[in-house]
């Protein structure tokens, strides 16, 4: 199957992964701004990152039932609150208004996540075929894109509010085109498994290990190359750019490798080439070898996620498949609430260097959970 295939057969929900993408990478691009704008030192602006996290999470325990609730609008109104949270913690110099403004955009994020996650999973059941990391490639597409315009508007001197709200006009030009009907399936006659408590786990750590690598790096690369290698705005926000278009290109490979490959072959293959680019990053002396590092460990971490993800919705029934996920992904997303934390806490006592040196011993830490991943025996699929 082909990636343009893919895409076009869940051509809304990758939609909505690229407003999800667009968003993030705009504000990967700003950290060093908003962090002056903060007055905040590298472990205190770590810790307030925890309110996006926060909010993340809390909202995928209950974006199932929104889910339910909203239905074929579900994505509609996710997207809508996304553009609208965003808004507000652009503006924000007092710090612990941050944290709260940031807990809107992580509620926001977090329910347009597991949505448009399980309207992937349930194509995939559907259509037989992997289109996870299609659509994940089109967020990393979108962060990387997104990244690049708001360096040259930092070089242009644009305030974050404008860049913010430009993106979410563009993102709600989308919102008519996303409405998708949903399919919800009843649990078989005289169902009487357990509740697939150790898959979720499992799964989710896998995701895991693969987010809170990938949010350390959407967080501090631009910080680390402008700070630690003395690059300029611009030169900063390749940073995360670089991050993005690898990860994008490793998803849009990983569409056609995991037609190829198991599961497990392209999780331990990944970890350790996504560990490889960490150190590479960390060790570098010039934003040009940080770029090559970033890269190499995008370009790695790219499908770890992505097939956590996936594999939980096969080792579940499919009654469950949408709560599996929302579960799987509140342990895989909890990355973007330590990872920022204990970035800045490493950073501000050992420097970025250190940081990102632990970063690539996490990376490798997904390969014992694939190997244990790759136990779980598959459901039929609907």
Known sequence: MSVLSALYTSRKPAAAFVVVGLFWGCFAAFVPVLKAQLGANDAVFGTLLIGSATGLVSAMFLAPKADKILGARA????????????????????PLVFVFAMALVGAASGILDVVMNARVSELEAKTGRPLMNANHAMFSLAYAVAAVLTGFAREAGIPPIYVFAGFGCFSVLLVPFMQMDVTYVAAEDGYAGKYPLWPIVLCGLIVLMAFMSEATVEAWSALHVERTLGGGAAEGALGPAMLGFTMAFGRFSGQAISERFRDLTVVICASAIAATGAVIAALAPTPLVAYVGFGTLGLGVSVIGPIGLALVGKVVPPHLRTEAISRCAVIG??????????????SEAFGLRIAFLCVSVLLLMATPLALLAARLPQQNRV
């Open 75 to 94: 994505m509609q109104v996710g997207i809508v609150l996304l553009s609208l949270a965003w808004l507000v913690p652009a503006q924000i110099s007092i």
């Open 333 to 346: 997303f909890s990355g973007f609430f330590f990872a920022p934390m204990l970035m800045g806490l490493v």
